[in-house]
């Protein structure tokens, strides 16, 4: 009752194109201070940078992946459903592994207990992230399994799937162009300001960007239709 009050007083008043062109003007406003940022120096303020921790783009980001975990975990009440619930909880850990920079932490301890060697330029914390990446997708993968034995809830099954697809995107942002352009960086001795380095910055960063959004904005429109259909 309370969540289907919450979805008709700011929820349903939302227009979806309206959404969609907030957040991905955002994320284009947050590209574009970063080119100006590297290149300019206007702004100057390093927070602009989409590199950096805790900068303007990051909390962006942060508040995105809470309204999901929020949206998922109302609906996941409201139909009752352990899948979606499961869900919820992902993307709680996921804003607290970002927010406190866990892999990042963890990433560094591997490096350092197993003496992780470099590899093709890259120091053993960057490619030790990848071990942890790959956990994380590992138990992602066996919540969903869990959640498809017990839940067989199809409006469920087919958001887990859309959000899959979403996730997938983000690995492929986040985690294969990033260490692509780390790579490339290393083997071709980039400097950090040339223009090569931070369009690959800009595709791997601001991809996530455009992911997590269209994520948010796909995950309201279901929402609004949820609330609409009880």
Do not use: N
């Not at 590199?51 to 139909?79: K, M, N, S």
């Not at 899959?164 to 790579?183: E, K, M, P, T, W």
């Amino acid at each position: 009752m309370l969540f289907r009050l919450l979805c008709q007083r700011l929820i349903l008043p939302v227009p979806l194109l309206g959404l969609v062109a907030v957040l991905l003007g955002l994320d284009v406003v947050f590209m574009g201070l970063h080119w100006s940022h590297h290149f300019t120096a206007m702004p100057a303020d390093g927070r602009f940078s989409l590199e950096q921790d805790r900068g303007f783009a990051e909390l962006f980001q942060y508040v995105q992946i809470w309204l999901i975990a929020l949206l998922l975990g109302g609906v996941a009440l409201q139909r009752r459903s352990i899948l979606l619930g499961l869900w919820s909880v992902i993307f709680g850990l996921l804003l607290v592994d970002d927010a406190f920079m866990l892999h990042e932490t963890g990433s560094a301890a591997m490096a350092s207990e197993l003496a992780l060697p470099a590899f093709m330029g890259l120091p053993g914390d960057e490619y030790g992230k990848c071990f942890i990446y790959a956990a994380m997708g590992l138990l992602a993968f066996l919540a969903s399994a869990v959640g498809y034995s017990c839940d067989r809830d199809p409006v469920a099954r087919r958001t887990v799937l859309y959000l899959s697809i979403a996730i997938a995107g983000l690995v492929c942002f986040g985690g294969v162009i990033d260490v692509y352009g780390l790579v490339v960086k290393q083997l071709y001795d980039l400097s950090t300001e040339t223009w090569q380095q931070q369009a690959m910055v800009i595709s791997a960063d601001g991809g996530e960007l455009v992911v997590m959004s269209t994520k948010l904005a796909g995950l309201w429109r279901w929402v609004i239709k949820t609330a609409q259909k009880t």
